[in-house]
C-alpha cells in the first residue's frame, strides 16, 4: 500500500513531506518521491529506497517552495526502480501526481492517450492520472467551475480503488479519493460567510499520523468526492465536491495523542507496542458499555452470526468463534476475508436474509485499521446479502467503521509496527468484554469472568524478556519452528507462527497437538524446535503426553506455561489466570520470541519485508 502526503501553507514543504513519510513508512515502502512548486516551475526527486535512503541520496527536505506532494510507494504495477517511483507528471510539465491504489482500467486509458500524443515514462498504472489531468477537455486551470468539472471527468473515467493528490505548476493541489483513504488536515481552520472553507495551511495524506504532529482538525473525504486547495485572500481555501456539485464538509477533532506516536525509549515501534498491552488490554476491556449492549443486542436478535478478518485480526475472529462457544453456548461461522467471496454460498445466506424476526444475518467484521481490502470486500457483499454489519477497528475514522451499522473502537491507540501485537489482544480482550456482555444479557451470570489486573499479568511476562531474548539467540538458526497446543491455544499458536513468519522470517506452524501422530511427527528430529504452549487448564494434562511424543523424538521444547515440568528445555513463564483468560496472556511470549529473533536474524521488526501494515489493495 501506497502512502500520500501533500502540503500547501506558509511553512517550506519538503522537510513536513519528508517527515509525514517517516511516519507512514510502516505502511509499506520501496520507492520514495517528492515535486514541489517553486517559481511556478514544478521540481521533481524520486529514487528506489526507504525515506532515510533517498532523502540523504537526493536531499528531498532541501527542496524548495511552500507546496508540495509526496509518495512512499509499494509496487503493484510495474517493478521498482526510480523511472516508476512517484511522482509522475503530465507531457506538458505542468501537473505531477502521487497516487494510492490500482486504477483498474489503465491500460485502455494508456492506449487512449498515446493514440492522442501522450508519452508514458513509466510503466505504473499511476501515471494515467497525470496525462489524463493534462488532456481532459476543461484543462486544469484557475476557474472554480472548470478545475472541478475536469476533476470529477477525471474521476467518472478512472475505475478501480484509488486516492490521489496532484501538484499544478500554480501551486494548486487537487484530488480526489474512491475506496483508498485520504484526509485533509487543516491549521487553523475557519468558514466563510458562505460555508466555504479556509486554513493558514493544509496537508493531505493517507493517514492522520503523517500530519497529527501539526494539527488535530481534520476533514476526511469520503468515496467520489474531490477537493481543490488554493490560494485565497484569507489565507487557503479547501473546496470539496462530488459528482452532484460542492460539498459542505465538517471539521473533526482528532483524538490521538501525537506522543502516542513517538518510539520513546524503545528501539522499535513493535517492541514498545508490546509492552503498551500492560495498558491497551485494560483499555479495551473497558470501554464505555452503552455501544457494547447495542452490539450485544444486534447479537443476541441475529439468526447468524459470522465473523471475518484477516491475518491476526483473522485470529482474532477465530478466538470470537471460541468465546462465543464457551462463554455464551452461541455458535458462529468463522470466514477468512480473502476466502468470503468463495466460501459464501448465496443460496444459504439468502435464505437467511429473508428471516422474519430478529435482524437476520450479522456480519462482525475485525480489523485493525479498518482499511483491509479484503475485509471491505467482504462486508460489501455481505451487506447486499442482507447482513447488518457489526465491527471492531482501532481507527474510528476508518473506512470499515463508516460502512458499518455499530462499530466499536478497541481503543489500543496507533499502532506503527506492521506486525499486529497490541491490536490483536486489545481485539481479544473486547471480545471477552462483549461475550460476557452478552452472557449477562442471557442470564448466565454463572459465566462472569474477572478480568484481574491484566497491567500486573503483562508486566510479569515482560519481566521475562531477558530470558525470551536468550531463547531466541538459542533457536535463531532454526530452519522451522512448531507450535503445539490444544482447544483455544491452537488460535495463538496460529497467532504465533504468523508472528515468527512476519517478523523473524522463519517458516512456523501451529499444529493441533492431538495431530501429531497422525503425519507431523515425522518432521519431528533433533534437530526441531517445538513450542508447547501449555497453561494449567483442561488442556494441560494431553499436553504432557504431545510433549513426550516430540520430546522423545529429540526436539528442542520450549513450554509456554505456568508450571514448571522436566519436559521443557526452557520455559517461558505466563501468569497464572483465569483459565479462560490464558490466550491474552501467552501470545505474548511468543511476541517477544519473534520480535528478539527478528534483532538476532538482521531483520526490520518495524518494516518487515514485503509486508505493508494495511492490505488496501487484493
Ligand atoms: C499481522 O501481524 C499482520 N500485520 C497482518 O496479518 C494484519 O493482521 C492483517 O493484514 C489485517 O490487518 P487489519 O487488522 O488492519 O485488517
Redesign the pocket.
Known amino acids: 500500500m501506497c502512502s500520500i502526503i501533500a502540503y500547501k501553507g506558509y511553512r517550506d514543504a519538503a522537510p513536513l513531506i519528508v517527515r509525514g513519510l517517516s511516519m507512514m513508512e510502516y505502511r509499506g515502502y520501496d520507492s520514495v518521491g517528492l515535486a514541489t512548486v517553486h517559481n511556478s516551475r514544478l521540481v521533481v526527486r524520486k529514487g528506489v529506497g526507504n525515506v532515510g535512503h533517498v532523502n540523504a541520496r537526493l536531499n528531498l527536505d532541501g527542496m524548495y517552495g511552500s507546496v508540495g506532494i509526496g509518495h512512499t510507494r509499494w509496487a503493484t504495477h510495474g517493478v521498482v526502480n526510480d523511472i516508476n517511483a512517484h511522482p509522475h507528471v503530465s507531457c506538458d510539465g505542468r501537473v505531477a501526481v502521487v497516487h494510492n491504489g490500482i486504477v483498474e482500467n489503465h491500460v485502455e486509458l494508456r492506449s487512449m492517450l498515446t493514440t492522442r500524443g501522450h508519452i508514458f515514462r513509466s510503466e505504473t498504472d499511476s501515471e494515467v492520472i497525470a496525462h489524463l489531468l493534462e488532456y481532459l477537455p476543461t484543462p486544469v486551470v484557475y476557474d472554480g467551475n472548470s478545475i472541478s468539472k475536469a476533476l470529477l471527468d477525471l474521476t467518472s473515467m478512472l475505475s478501480g480503488s484509488y486516492s490521489f493528490v496532484a501538484l499544478v505548476h500554480d501551486g494548486t493541489l487537487v484530488g480526489a479519493r474512491n475506496h483508498e483513504p485520504l484526509i485533509i488536515g487543516l491549521g487553523n481552520p475557519r468558514k466563510g460567510r458562505d460555508g466555504m472553507l479556509f486554513a493558514d495551511e493544509c496537508f493531505i495524506a493517507s493517514d492522520v499520523l503523517a500530519f497529527i504532529g501539526h494539527t488535530d482538525k481534520a476533514v476526511f473525504l469520503a468515496d467520489g468526492e474531490a477537493f481543490i486547495v488554493r490560494e485565497a485572500q484569507k489565507g487557503l481555501s479547501i473546496e470539496v465536491y462530488d459528482r452532484h456539485g460542492k460539498v459542505a464538509k465538517d471539521v473533526t477533532q482528532v483524538a490521538w495523542e501525537f506522543a502516542d506516536i513517538d518510539k520513546g525509549r524503545f528501539a522499535h515501534y513493535t517492541i514498545k507496542e508490546i509492552h503498551e498491552q500492560r495498558d491497551t488490554i485494560s483499555r479495551a476491556f473497558s470501554i464505555e458499555g452503552s455501544r457494547v449492549h447495542e452490539v450485544v443486542r444486534t447479537l443476541l436478535a441475529s439468526r447468524r452470526i459470522v465473523v471475518t478478518?484477516?491475518?491476526?485480526?483473522y485470529h482474532a475472529a477465530l478466538m470470537a468463534k471460541h468465546l462465543l462457544s464457551r462463554i455464551c453456548m452461541v455458535g458462529c461461522d468463522v470466514v477468512v476475508a480473502s476466502e468470503f467471496l468463495y466460501s459464501m454460498d448465496t443460496h444459504y445466506v439468502d435464505d437467511d436474509s429473508n428471516c422474519d424476526h430478529g435482524v437476520g444475518p450479522v456480519l462482525l467484521a475485525v480489523?485493525?485499521?479498518g482499511?483491509?481490502a479484503d475485509?471491505l470486500d467482504a462486508v460489501r457483499m455481505a451487506r447486499s446479502k442482507g447482513f447488518r454489519i457489526l465491527s471492531l477497528v482501532n481507527s474510528p475514522l476508518s473506512t470499515l467503521a463508516r460502512e458499518s451499522d455499530l462499530f466499536l473502537s478497541i481503543n489500543a491507540g496507533p499502532e506503527i509496527g506492521?506486525?499486529?501485537t497490541k491490536?490483536f489482544t486489545a481485539q481479544v480482550a473486547l471480545l471477552y468484554r462483549i461475550c460476557m456482555e452478552m452472557a449477562k444479557a442471557m442470564g448466565r451470570s454463572t459465566m462472569e469472568i474477572d478480568i484481574g489486573n491484566p497491567s500486573m499479568h503483562v508486566g510479569s511476562i515482560l519481566e521475562g524478556e531477558e530470558h525470551i531474548a536468550s531463547t531466541a539467540e538459542r533457536i535463531k538458526d532454526a530452519s522451522s519452528v512448531y507450535i503445539i497446543a490444544k482447544g483455544i491455544h491452537h488460535v495463538i499458536a496460529l497467532e504465533g507462527a504468523?508472528?515468527l513468519k512476519?517478523l523473524a522470517y522463519v517458516h512456523a506452524e501451529a499444529i493441533h497437538a492431538g495431530e501429531l501422530k497422525h503425519g507431523p511427527l515425522a518432521l519431528i528430529d533433533g534437530k526441531s524446535v517445538v513450542i508447547a504452549l501449555n497453561p494449567m487448564d483442561q488442556t494441560y494434562r494431553d499436553m504432557l503426553t504431545s510433549v513426550h511424543e516430540v520430546k522423545s523424538r529429540g526436539a528442542y521444547i520450549i513450554g509456554i506455561s505456568d508450571a514448571e515440568s522436566s519436559l521443557y528445555d526452557t520455559i517461558l513463564a505466563i501468569p497464572g489466570v483465569e483459565p479462560l483468560l490464558y490466550p491474552l496472556y501467552e501470545v505474548i511470549p511468543l511476541q517477544l520470541l519473534a520480535y528478539h529473533m527478528a534483532l538476532k536474524r538482521d531483520c526490520n521488526p518495524d518494516y518487515p519485508r514485503n509486508?505493508a501494515?494495511?492490505?488496501t489493495v487484493k
Not at 309 to 313: L, N
Open positions: 478478518g484477516s491475518g491476526s485480526s480489523s485493525q485499521s482499511e483491509t475485509v506492521v506486525a499486529a491490536s504468523l508472528k512476519e509486508l501494515k494495511s492490505v
